[in-house]
């Protein structure tokens, strides 16, 4: 049995809040979906990454501290209020 579907959609807005190996968007019906997954050695890398250095502090204040040149600061209003 075959099934035809004509369908007409308008997204005025769309938000993705994650995207993960084994994410689907689908919009519309679909007949057949098929999952592939290829892994690409592009840097032809042979070995593990080294390992990552352990920071001591974070890069950029998290609560008060000194202001971070080149920085605006966050405020809740807009300014000029």
Excluded: D, W
Excluded at 32 to 39: D, E, F, K, W, Y
Excluded at 40 to 45: R, V
Aim: hydrophobic content about 35%; charged content about 10%; some cysteine.
């Amino acid at each position: 049995m075959n099934f035809y579907v004509n369908q007409s959609i308008c997204i005025h807005s769309l938000r993705i809040n994650a995207v993960t190996n084994a994410s689907v968007l689908q919009i519309g019906s679909s007949g057949l979906v098929r999952t592939t997954a290829n892994l690409f050695n592009t840097g032809g890398f042979t070995g593990p990454a080294p390992e990552a250095k352990k920071l001591q502090a974070p890069l950029i204040p998290l609560e008060g501290g000194q202001q971070v040149p080149g920085l605006i600061p966050f405020t809740t209003t807009p300014p000029g209020r």
